[in-house]
Structures are given as structure tokens and as C-alpha cells.
């Protein structure tokens, strides 16, 4: 990493990312928790905890009164008592005895002291209660014993003596489930990083000037329109509604989509300051990027502000424009560049309901597209027309999959790359990029499609409207 390379870290974009995957938050937490209480309940066994108490005092034929240094002998003594408990000899005399082995034993076994006092305590734990008694009540002896049989004292009284314990001290359902819970979200909060890291695709515009180095000309909001393309509906006459349904600059002017095309059309018009732009090829990387809805919503938005437009479909592989507006496709491109046609003005449709906007649609589909668009007959055409329109508009077929759009974009005054976000993968983005670049186009910026407005903060929508 450079010097002036660094990683900014956003708090609500991290929050978005984890609520917009809150149902992994959701599965992680639920399985997690539900199999500890599960575990916990019907699978572990219970376990009991037994325990004595014991006195540390004089021996018996010694004066009755205590001085600083028998404190400080007891003290020490019962350090020794805790070890002799662990021993070996201690594991195998309860092991012989009551049957329980050596390594359990000293798993399970614990001695503490009372602060500041001669009474110290023994406890033992075992899933049986009775044996956890049993071996508590043992210990007590031994202890006595070896208190004068090792250390060569009598100063170890029995104060209580362990009962049968009633109710377990463990396992805990709340204890196990709470971090149950913990594991679960942070094993979610893992997963959704994994996830994001390998989701290779846009997220925001920073993302596409980043990784791409291009301007970020538009970023258009994701916006409720019809299904289209792998979502469309058997019923054609739905499929037909569906398609009108997303030209939203025709239909919702004030929508936050709208407003977005309209900052695609003010942004052409600083990129056009230096150099003519008439011929515009709109393309992306992928099928579903988004590119003909940016094509046909661009073009309206530009007839909208006074511009004569003309917007040709020059996918001749999947033809979509006409459907866009509800217009006929028998007659097109196609049939001009072949000849077909005499006056290729009788195909420029002008949309009655959308003034200063034609629309050239493609025409019945050829078997050679590329040869068509790489045509002397194509080059002339958008020659002848240049100068009856401000603005000339090619939606072509995707860069990255066939060579139609390059082909375009090599004669054109400019090129709009098309990316969705968390949808165009960054390398195929680099890949059209590199294609178009090859050609020798002039790459004016890319739009940012299906941006999801909660993730970033880019627009108040709050402006006059043409």
C-alpha cells in the first residue's frame, strides 16, 4: 500500500450491508441459539456440586492463644492442603474407593479459602449426587489424616458435612444460549464479509472511478418498473405493459430516477463543451445491465429539454426499444442498410406523445449484425443524419459478449458504459473497456444502474423538473 493509499471505513454503509443480509443475521442467530438450548436440555447431563467446610485451628497441646505467625503457618498449610488433595496418592486412594478415576477426579475437584479467615472449603462435581457426597465427605477425612500422617498437624476440624445436593449447578440454559447467541452473530457478521469480499461487482459510484478509472457521468436509483428480460411473463400483452412501465422519465418526471437521468443530461452537456457530441453509443458489459433503459430513458430526457433526438436500436441480436414504447418493429435499420427501403424517412418514427423525440427501431433480426453495423451503408447513414438531430443515440448489444457494439463505438462521437450495481462484475467491466479502448472510442463516462439509494447518499431530490 502507497502512501496516500488508505481504507475509509463507513459505519452506515457497514449497518446497510449487515441489514440488507439481515435474514443470514437471522438463520445464524435462530440455529445457533436453538441448538444450544437443544444441547443443553436434552443432551447435556446435569451436573451437581458437593461441598464441605473445614476449620484450621491450634492443635490441642498447644496454648490457646494465637500468635501472627500461626496465621501466617495456617495460611500456608492450607496451600499445602489444596496440593495434597491434587496428588496422585489423594486421585487413586477416592479411585479405589468410590470408583471414580484419577484424571476426573482432579478435573473436579476444587478448594477454596474465606478471606481473612482459618475456614477453607471442598467441592467436588459429578453428574451423580450422591457420589459427589460421597467424595467430598471422603476427602474430608483423608485430609485429616494426611494433616497428621505427612504435615505431622491435628488442627483440621470438620464443620459441615456434604449433603446429597437437590439442584444441579450446571450446565446453565441462559449461559449457553447467550453465547450461543454471541457465536451466532459474529459467525453471521463473518459470513456476510465473506460475501461481500467475494461479490466482485459495483456497489457504489466511488467503486466504478476507482477500479475503472472512468468519470461516473449518472448513478440511476433503483425504481419500480416492469420485469423484463430473464423476468418476463409468458402473456405478451403483459410483457408489453411490463416494457412501459420503465420509461420512468415519461411516466414519473419527479421520481429520484428521473432526477438521476436528468444529471446524465446536464453532465453530457459539459462533456460536449469542447467537442461536438451528436453520436452516442450506449453499451455495457453484460445482458441486464441496464443499458436500453438507460438508452430509451435518456433520450427522452434529452427531447424533453428542447433537443431534436434521435434514438436508433442498433441491437439487431435482441432488439428492445420498440418495446420501450409501444411502437411496431416490422420495419427498421435493418431494411435501410439492405436497401429495402428507398426513404429510410418513412421509418424514423416520431412519437406523437414525446415531442422532438424519432426512433429508429431495428428491424426484422439479420444473420449477419456485425456485418451490417460494420457497413459502408451504416457509416453513410449516420453521416446523413447527423445533421437533422442535436443528438443521435445507438443502443447496441453488449461490449463484453460481441463485437457490434466496439464496431459502433469505433465511427461514434462518444460511448456510455452501462454498469449495475452489485450486478457487472469488475472484470468484465475491465474487459469492455479494454474492447472499446481498442477501437479507439471515445469513453465520455459510465451510469451506474439499480443503485440502492439507502447505500449511498448522492441526491436530494428536491429540483425544478423539465
Known amino acids: 500500500m ?17 441489514l440488507k443480509r439481515w435474514y443470514l443475521i437471522a438463520i445464524c442467530f435462530i440455529l445457533a441459539t436453538g441448538s444450544s438450548f437443544a444441547i ?16 484450621l485451628g491450634k492443635e490441642s497441646d498447644k496454648v490457646a492463644s494465637l500468635s501472627i505467625a500461626d496465621i501466617q503457618v495456617n495460611n500456608q498449610l492450607v496451600s499445602d ?21 484419577a484424571a476426573k477426579f482432579k ?3 476444587n478448594v477454596q479459602t474465606v478471606k481473612d479467615s482459618r475456614i477453607f472449603s471442598i467441592s467436588y462435581e459429578d453428574t451423580d449426587p450422591k457420589l459427589a457426597a460421597d467424595v467430598v465427605n471422603e476427602l474430608a477425612l483423608v485430609i485429616k489424616q494426611l494433616a497428621s500422617d505427612v504435615i505431622q498437624v491435628k488442627n483440621v476440624s470438620i464443620i459441615d458435612v456434604a449433603k446429597v445436593p437437590e439442584r444441579p449447578v450446571g450446565p446453565s440454559a441462559k449461559k449457553n444460549v447467550g453465547i450461543a447467541g454471541i457465536l451466532g452473530l459474529a459467525l453471521a457478521a463473518g459470513l456476510i464479509y465473506l460475501l461481500e469480499i467475494m461479490d ?15 468519470t461516473v457521468i449518472g448513478a440511476v436509483p433503483k425504481f419500480e418498473g416492469g420485469k423484463r428480460g430473464k423476468n418476463e411473463k409468458k402473456d405478451s ?18 421520481a429520484p430516477a428521473s432526477e438521476a437521468f436528468r444529471e446524465i443530461r446536464t453532465n453530457l452537456h459539459y462533456k460536449s463543451v469542447d467537442k461536438e457530441l451528436k453520436t452516442i453509443v450506449i453499451t455495457s458489459p453484460a445482458l441486464g445491465d441496464g443499458k436500453t433503459v438507460t438508452a430509451v430513458n435518456m433520450a427522452v430526457t434529452l427531447a424533453k429539454s428542447g433537443k431534436k433526438v434521435l434514438l436508433i436500436d442498433s441491437d439487431l441480436r435482441k432488439p428492445k426499444v420498440h418495446l420501450y414504447f409501444g411502437i411496431p418493429n416490422e420495419k427498421g435499420l435493418t431494411n435501410i442498410i439492405k436497401g429495402d427501403i428507398e426513404d429510410k424517412d418513412i421509418n424514423v418514427l416520431e412519437l406523437k406523445d414525446i415531442p422532438n423525440l424519432s426512433v429508429i427501431t431495428s428491424g426484422p433480426i439479420p444473420p449477419n449484425p456485425a456485418e451490417i453495423l ?19 443515440l445507438l443502443d447496441t448489444p453488449p461490449v463484453g459478449q460481441v463485437t457490434d457494439a466496439a464496431i459502433l463505438a469505433g465511427i461514434a462521437d462518444g460511448t456510455i458504459m452501462v454498469f449495475a450495481c452489485s450486478q457487472t462484475r469488475i472484470d468484465m467491466a475491465k474487459r469492455a473497456k479494454k474492447a472499446l479502448e481498442s477501437v479507439g472510442s471515445n469513453i465520455l463516462g459510465t451510469v451506474l444502474t439499480k443503485l440502492d439509494i439507502g447505500r449511498a447518499r448522492y441526491y436530494s431530490y428536491n429540483y425544478e423538473y423539465k
Do not use: C, H, W
Not at 492442603?81 to 478415576?101: D, T
Not at 466482485?200 to 472512468?214: A, H, I, N
Open 40 to 55: 443443553t436440555k436434552f443432551y447435556l447431563k446435569p451436573v451437581y456440586r458437593a461441598q464441605t467446610t473445614l476449620f
Open 237 to 254: 400483452k403483459e410483457n408489453e405493459r411490463d416494457y412501459l412501465k420503465n420509461l420512468i422519465t415519461k411516466n414519473d418526471p419527479k
Open 2 to 18: 502507497g502512501k496516500n493509499d488508505y481504507i475509509e471505513i463507513d459505519i452506515r454503509e457497514i449497518l446497510i450491508v449487515l
Open 107 to 109: 478435573r473436579s475437584v
Open 200 to 214: 466482485y461487482t459495483f456497489k457504489k459510484p466511488e467503486d466504478v472511478e476507482r477500479q475503472m478509472e472512468l
Open 374 to 392: 460494420s457497413s459502408n451503408k451504416m457509416q453513410n447513414l449516420l453521416e446523413d443524419l447527423r445533421g437533422n438531430y442535436d443528438f443521435i
Open 81 to 101: 492442603y489444596r496440593e495434597l488433595l491434587k496428588s496422585n496418592l489423594v486421585a487413586e486412594s477416592i479411585e479405589k474407593k468410590l470408583g471414580v478415576s
